[in-house]
């Protein structure tokens, strides 16, 4: 029954949000750019009651073929002349005529149906694309789907059954209250309105206690689908771990809450269908006896009681789906609220109004005293200024959270700095379009992450309107189109969801090739090869040193053998800039950038021209290095050069 802890507050809110989920509906109902939409809606309830006024004058073609079967028809009735079989053909027909327009009312509504559902799908999926990167990681993607497809699906059905449910049920009701009230008696409309009031207080009540049990099912499901998307999207890391049974055991904790919510649902359903059952059933019994009363007195013909019988037969039916047409609306109102305050969830990045394009001359990047961070107490660059000039290769470094990857996302403009500025060719990022701002810069990640479609569909990404012949040239100059030409299906094969079923470096170099076929002036490396092994990343570096010829390139690196070549090096530490200039330059200075250089020499990661291998080598104490050397006095044995 009703939670009694429910507050009035809570009961005007529910409301309240229900109200704003219809006004923000209707517009797709009654759109002022679409007049064909409005002669379909109009033409629709315009069926819609004929079909009623069919369906509520069907009963006397009944009533007119009992008494005349029972001879108790006036003879001077004009109905009586048409006989017995005629009046039942009549009937049948009328039924026909009713089910016939309520069929065509569903035709002529479906393309307003299915446009709302298409136009509010389409602006959903827009408004997500334009959320802020901090919504995205921190969303769950598969209850954010479950949103979504609930939401979108909620639009047509709330359309479908206000119009078509609670307005036809309604206008029924009224035309049989009229019928019974001046055919028969005023006590057959009160008797039923009492019913009928009895019946839609007790079922809203037990529905909006289901309701609540409902939404608890609900996310409970959107638990147990997140859990289920997030496992399989980590498939191999679940493999790794040997964890399949610690991720059943997740999806089936989920699963139990869900078991719950749905056998309270099964319940409730089955002490709301009774309710019902005994309410109608009662009004039923009432009326009946009073006409088979009226008949006895010969103040009603058989076919009166006939009558009444179906009248009271066509009101039970669509009663007797009330409380799942109002469960369902209710449970679409809170689907689709879910999926409206998801609409209004603004962006964070906005572009200005009449922001211009940027249009990149040399590709000069400049960052001025930038301050930015995640969070508002912990700051991750603290006033930082680097210069890159036209066609300059530019490499940022520094040990794990001094703000590498963080200058980059602000490049792109995923977040907007909170002091400073950022600026390309002088111009600001903020003050020009993010469209723009995106077709200006080349980004090749850490993990390149592919679409679950054709090598040739995530080559042509970079640029959808490429020939072939451009693709195919992309993927040569990227080294992949060897490769890909062995396939047995060449460019048409398929590489799985995020790309699994390519090697790490294959997927780079897809990668590799789809930026290039971009063809933009800035380039940003990601520490682009930090995730391949060590002849994969010479192959690739290589690639990306031809890639970057003739444009800016900003590169982000942990291995600092890959970016020794670079024009300028900036070494960050703290969201500070500690160090700049060339790597020669930076190692003579014997600072920052020379001790990350020493330390990453010692644990066999880098490797100078000329110089030995550098490893660890503890040894059993007391005996001779294999490499040559012996216990040093102090017992004590340290990293030893070994050549290679």
């Excluded at 109004?353 to 930015?372: I, S, T, Y």
Aim: proline share 4%.
């Amino acid at each position: 029954m009703p939670d009694p802890s429910e507050t009035d507050d809570q009961v005007k809110t529910e409301r309240n949000r229900g109200m704003r989920v219809v006004r923000k509906v209707a517009p797709y109902l009654w759109p002022e750019d679409k007049p064909w939409v409005k002669q379909r809606v109009v033409l629709a309830m315009v069926v819609l009651f004929l079909a009623k006024l069919v369906a509520v004058g069907t009963p006397f073609f009944y009533k007119a073929a009992v008494d005349a079967l029972a001879g108790e028809a006036d003879r001077a009735d004009m109905l009586l002349a048409i006989g017995a079989v005629g009046l039942t053909v009549a009937y049948g027909m009328a039924r026909l005529m009713n089910v016939g327009f309520q069929q065509l009312r569903d035709v002529i509504f479906a393309k307003v149906g299915q446009r709302a559902l298409r136009a509010l799908a389409l602006e959903t999926f827009q408004h997500i694309h334009a959320l802020s990167l901090r919504y995205h990681i921190t969303r769950k993607t598969g209850g954010l789907s479950r949103i979504i497809e609930r939401g979108v699906k909620g639009v047509e059905f709330l359309l479908r059954f206000l119009l078509f449910s609670i307005g036809p049920l309604l206008l029924e009701l009224l035309m049989i209250g009229v019928v019974l009230a001046v055919v028969f008696d005023i006590w057959y409309l009160v008797v039923v309105a009492v019913t009928i009031a009895v019946y839609i207080v007790f079922t809203f009540k037990v529905t909006e206690w289901r309701v609540k049990i409902r939404k608890v099912m609900n996310d409970q499901d959107t638990d147990a689908n997140q859990k289920a998307i997030d496992s399989l999207l980590n498939f191999e890391t679940v493999k790794y771990f040997g964890a399949e049974t610690r991720e059943a055991d997740r999806y089936d904790g989920a699963m139990a809450g869900y078991e719950t919510a749905a056998i309270k649902t099964a319940n409730s359903l089955a002490l709301l269908n009774f309710g019902q059952s005994f309410l109608i059933t009662a009004g039923l019994v009432v009326v009946m006896v009073m006409a088979a009363m009226g008949v006895q007195n010969g103040a009603l013909t058989v076919g009166d009681f006939v009558m009444v019988n179906a009248y009271m037969i066509q009101i039970t039916m669509p009663l007797n789906f009330l409380g799942t047409v109002y469960r369902e609306i209710r449970q679409a109102l809170v689907d689709m609220g879910e999926m409206f305050d998801l609409l209004e969830q603004p962006a964070e990045v906005q572009d200005k109004e009449n922001a211009p394009d940027l249009k990149v001359n040399g590709g000069e990047v400049e960052l001025e005293g930038v301050v930015f961070g995640y969070e508002e107490t912990r700051p991750v660059l603290k006033g930082v200024s680097i210069h890159v000039g036209a066609g300059e290769t530019v490499a940022i470094v520094g040990p794990s959270g001094s703000g590498k990857s963080t200058i980059g996302r602000l490049l792109f403009r995923f977040y907007d700095v909170q002091g400073g500025a950022l600026r390309i060719d002088g111009k600001d990022v903020r003050d020009v379009t993010q469209k723009s701002l995106h077709r200006s810069i080349g980004v090749v990640p850490q993990d390149t992450v592919l679409f679950n479609d054709s090598i040739f569909y995530n080559i042509a990404y970079g640029r959808p309107d490429a020939t072939r012949v451009e693709i195919e040239a992309a993927a040569k100059a990227a080294k992949i189109h060897d490769f890909i030409a062995a396939l047995p299906e060449g460019y048409g094969t398929q590489v799985g969801e995020r790309g699994l079923k390519l090697s790490g470096g294959e997927k780079q170099r897809v990668g590799i090739a789809r930026t290039l076929l971009k063809n933009p002036p800035i380039l940003l490396l990601d520490e682009a090869t930090s995730a391949l092994d060590t002849e994969t990343e010479r192959d690739i570096q290589d690639e990306l040193k031809a890639m970057g010829e003739g444009r800016t390139v900003i590169t982000i690196a942990h291995r600092l053998s890959t970016i020794a070549d670079a024009d300028r090096i900036v070494v960050l530490e703290n969201g500070e800039v500690v160090e700049e200039g060339s790597h020669t330059v930076l190692l003579s200075r014997d600072g920052r950038y020379a001790a990350l250089w020493r330390r990453q020499l010692s644990e066999g990661d880098e490797l100078e021209p000329g110089k030995p291998r550098v490893r660890p080598g503890p040894r059993p104490v007391g005996g001779d290095d294999e490499a040559g050397g012996n216990v040093p006095a102090d017992g004590q044995w340290r990293w030893t050069a070994v050549d290679s």
